[in-house]
């Protein structure tokens, strides 16, 4: 009986419907992998003897570094703002998350304008002593080290919006117990706080880590030899396609073990939160020293990751506006904003089926197809979006044959030329974001609640509405908002995927700013963050009022 | 339905509309647009097949018309009395292709430091005398590649590795940042000679910036090898979709980026050289003075691009 019971829970409707749309999201994903099946023996022989040991070390540093930084930002920031209490404080909350609408290639664009040798700190600094080249020491900016700097400022929010929430949700019965013992606070700290919020932290970090490995515009515009560059360079400088997927499903592989090590260290400490009116802790009133320099470190990764870039911005803006400001340019804020709002819904609706699905049916291969398309995130925009193409394109010219044959009518690129080649992108590379949150949500949601709600003759929906609506809100509100920004940001999959006469904010800066006009790339930027930003206060004020301590903030 | 043609560019946005909303102006036809990276249209029109809505791409390097040639997606674009206007060198044999404008890679010197007389030839930059001097971008770079290319088609596979190495050799910093970098580095002394294209000094000349200009004024052009060869030059062009649509509005389109009033267009917004020989160069673009260019088949740069960029990464230019 048992067998067959699971065998009908294999082919439920669960089942079929998140398997089809695991199947289409990763079919572009799926298409790099396929390449690791036509060798290209003169190449890659090429490649190891000249520049692959380039590729992977620099990827790795890059991708390490930033995880430990966002890490040390991310959780020092979202202990602060969740355990002490201090002037500023409320403010402090959501201008900490405003880097996250600073595209990474821009916050680069402006620190090489800044910083750069023929910059005007550098060139000011050699005016007043009267150096010349060679005379001083200035670190390069355009670095492996510079790089991660500007990702990890831009990235740590991933990691503090996790943590933070993971730390306010610690009940304070744990302190007290810890107090009653006689262990000293750094103790409590170190043996209880930071490994319960360990899987919350190291999500984070794995999620700035993946964008590290696929960032594209920063590596490329300090010249770094890295996968991302590397792809490119193998595609069209070297013309080899299956070359550049092959380096494209090596890059998504380092990937693979990172998810599968974050998934081990969360393993081995799965528990649910515990759902019962727990005391919440009180944030600590900072006085003395303290209270001035707990804010002064808040303060500080907001004003390199957002103050100072745009207070640049603005002077370029400020120099180049009034021919950029035309109806034109109202469309481009007008596109960009209702792409990422689709986008993000869609996502986000996506990420509940497949969370759900694989709650209610927690067999292997859900598991699978759901981790698969969780790569995503990892691959380059590029790499998913000529996937997406390929395969969109083909199936368009299936269909018109189809047509053709038995209407005599041509539909077109109904597919492949229409946004739905770019939703279906941004769904393939963003859902892992998605995931992430709604994941960390669901965890909250004990199995046991759900048995007792249908013990109690609770039908499947009313459990939804009164149980998982409440206690998942704020996870989904994060997801929407984290996949609006990271959809406005995005580049290259628009670049290639859009249809005629269609720009966005992003396309407009990009452009401008690789034809080495970053003042007139300048306002587009601007606008890009200041679309972001809505959506960030949108979220903060929400997160506020749904917290179970809310009366606390207010 | 209004006439309209459909637009793969690999020209940006702001370097092509100006002119085409002039040309839809005059003729009424209404000019679809994508612009895009070369090789992601191409790819894109390739994986459309005969549904590919494009009638005309358009891409700023000739090695990639070359590529869309030979991967079957383009035809012969028949002669107009426009394109007849256009130097034979500029066209592809076949008609496949033609160039809309030139674009120059010379080298640039630090006008404090360096005289004009000591240098005449790409070749004079890998002697000893310039070691730690050199200011270039990445190889990564298609004007890079495309110069490379150039330099093995007229000196032969060994002499141009030997150059690209000891040009690796004699590099100021690693390679890092666009032209205008190389261009800002040479007027703070970082370097003291550059490889870069003109149209970039060009622009920061006539920048609103006040320092961007003063940098630009630090920086002279220098002809390279005038005696022998010219200086590396590519193009921008055009070639006709294989399954162009619309293939009468794109004919006009052609002619439209051919005529008088668009090569002066193409001089002096984007300080590009035109392509046709009568037409009068600006006053910036005079400023650098005439020079003697290449006579390569321009296809071959597009053929020998593997090539090229391999031997880049043996001698190590990031």
Redesign the interface.
């Known amino acids: 009986m048992k067998h067959i019971n699971r065998f009908y829970s294999w082919f439920n409707i669960w089942f079929v419907t998140i398997a089809l749309g695991c199947i289409i999201l990763a079919a572009p994903v799926g298409l790099v992998f396929v390449s690791v099946f036509f060798p290209q023996t003169e190449i890659w022989q090429?490649?190891s003897s000249?520049?692959l040991p380039d590729y992977i070390v620099n990827s790795l540093i890059l991708a390490l570094g930033v995880g430990l930084l966002v890490i040390v930002i991310g959780t020092v920031l979202a202990w602060c703002i969740a355990r002490y209490e201090f002037t500023g404080r409320k403010q402090l909350q959501w201008l900490i998350l405003l880097p996250m609408a600073m595209p990474a290639y821009i916050i680069a664009y402006t620190y090489?304008g800044l910083l750069?040798?023929?910059g005007?700190i550098?060139?000011s600094l050699?005016d007043t002593f009267h150096w010349?080249?060679g005379d001083y020491f200035f670190p390069d900016i355009?670095s492996l080290a510079g790089a991660i700097i500007m990702l990890s400022l831009v990235l740590y929010p991933y990691v503090y919006l996790l943590a933070r929430t993971a730390f306010s949700e610690q009940p304070s019965s744990f302190e007290e117990v810890s107090r009653s013992l006689g262990v000293p606070p750094s103790k409590h700290l170190f043996k209880v706080v930071l490994p319960l919020a360990r899987p919350a932290i190291l999500m984070g970090a794995a999620l700035a880590m993946m964008e590290a490995f696929a960032d594209y515009g920063t590596v490329?515009?300090?010249?770094l030899?890295t996968f991302t560059?590397g792809i490119?360079?193998t595609?069209?400088?070297?013309?080899?396609?299956i070359a550049a997927a092959q380096l494209a499903a090596m890059l998504t592989s380092f990937v693979v073990l990172l998810l599968i090590l974050e998934y081990l260290s969360r393993r081995k400490i799965r528990y649910y939160f515990q759902g019962q009116k727990a005391q919440q802790v009180t944030r600590q009133k900072l006085t003395g020293s303290q209270a001035f320099w707990v804010p002064f470190v808040c303060v500080t990764p907001v004003f390199f990751g957002f103050i100072l870039p745009v207070l640049q911005l603005l002077k370029w803006a400020s120099?180049?506006y009034s021919k950029q400001l035309t109806s034109e340019f109202w469309l481009l804020l007008w596109n960009s904003f209702y792409l990422a709002a689709i986008a993000s819904i869609t996502a986000v609706i996506l990420a509940l089926l497949f969370a759900y699905g694989k709650r209610l049916n927690p067999i292997k291969p859900i598991q699978f197809l759901v981790g698969v398309v969780n790569l995503g995130y990892a691959v380059p925009g590029?790499v998913i979006?000529?996937g997406a193409?390929?395969s969109l394109?083909?199936l368009?010219?299936k269909i018109?044959t189809l047509t053709e044959n038995w209407f005599d009518i041509?539909v077109?690129?109904v597919f492949?030329?229409s946004l739905f080649a770019l939703i279906l992108v941004y769904s393939s590379r963003f859902l892992a974001v998605a995931m992430h949150n709604i994941d960390t949500g669901l965890s909250r949601v004990k199995p046991s609640m759900d048995d007792a709600a249908r013990s109690l003759g609770y039908k499947p929906l009313q459990i939804l509405r009164t149980i998982h609506v409440p206690l998942m809100k704020t996870s989904v509100l994060s997801a929407l908002l984290l996949v609006f920004v990271d959809v406005l940001k995005e580049l290259p999959a628009t670049?290639?995927l859009?249809?005629?006469?269609f720009?966005t904010l992003a396309?407009?800066a990009f452009?401008?700013a690789?034809?080495?006009?970053l003042?007139?790339a300048a306002l587009p930027a601007l606008a890009i963050v200041s679309v972001g930003i809505l959506p960030v206060i949108l979220l903060t004020m929400l997160m506020d009022k749904s917290s179970p301590h809310s009366s606390h903030d207010n | 339905m209004a006439e309209q043609v459909?637009l793969y560019s690999a020209r940006?946005?702001?370097?092509i509309k100006p002119l085409l909303d002039k040309f839809t102006q005059q003729t009424g036809i209404s000019v679809?647009?994508?612009?895009?990276?070369a090789?992601?249209l191409i790819?894109?029109l390739k994986?459309?097949?005969?549904?590919?809505?494009a009638d005309l791409l358009l891409t700023t390097d000739v090695g990639r018309l070359h590529?869309a040639k030979q991967q079957g997606l383009t035809q012969a674009i028949s002669v107009s009395a426009a394109i007849a206007t256009v130097p034979n060198n500029f066209r592809d044999e076949q008609g496949h292709w033609l160039g809309l404008s030139l674009r120059a890679r010379p080298m640039m010197v630090s006008v404090d430091k360096v005289d004009a007389q000591s240098i005449a030839n790409l070749e004079d930059l890998i002697s000893a005398e310039w070691k730690g001097r050199v200011c270039i971008?990445?190889?990564?770079n298609?004007y890079n590649?495309s110069m490379v290319a150039s330099l093995i088609v007229q000196l032969g596979e060994s002499a141009a590795q030997e150059w690209v190495n000891g040009l690796v050799n004699n590099f100021a910093r690693?390679?890092?940042?666009?032209?205008?970098?190389q261009i800002?580095?040479l007027?703070?002394?970082?370097c003291d000679v550059a490889i870069a294209n003109t149209y970039?000094l060009a622009?920061m000349l006539s920048?609103?910036?006040e320092?961007t200009q003063q940098?630009a004024k630090k920086v002279k052009v220098i002809w390279p090898n005038q005696a022998g060869r010219g200086a590396h030059i590519n193009i921008s062009g055009v070639s006709l979709a294989q399954y162009a649509p619309n293939k009468n509005a794109a004919i006009k389109l052609i002619d439209f980026l051919l005529s008088k009033e668009s090569q002066l267009w193409y001089a002096t917004t984007n300080h590009e050289y035109p392509v046709l020989p009568d037409i009068a160069w600006s006053e910036l673009l005079q400023s650098f003075g005439t020079f003697k260019a290449e006579q390569v088949a321009l296809g071959k740069l597009g053929e020998l691009?593997?090539a090229a960029?391999?031997m880049m990464?043996?001698a190590?230019w990031?």
């Open positions: 090429h490649l000249t520049v090489t750069d040798f023929s005007p550098q060139t050699r010349q080249y355009r490329q515009y300090f010249g030899s560059t490119f360079r595609w069209f400088g070297l013309g080899n396609g120099m180049t590029t979006a000529i193409m390929i394109s083909w368009d010219i018109n041509s077109g690129l492949s030329g670049l290639i859009r249809p005629f006469n720009n396309v407009r452009e401008l690789s034809d080495e006009r003042m007139d | 459909n940006k946005e702001a370097l679809n647009l994508i612009t895009g990276n090789d992601n790819t894109r994986s459309e097949g005969k549904y590919s809505p590529r971008r990445s190889s990564s298609i590649q690693q390679p890092q940042g666009g032209d205008r970098d800002k580095a007027a703070a002394g970082l970039y622009g920048s609103k910036d320092t940098q691009n593997a960029v391999k990464d043996r190590g990031k």
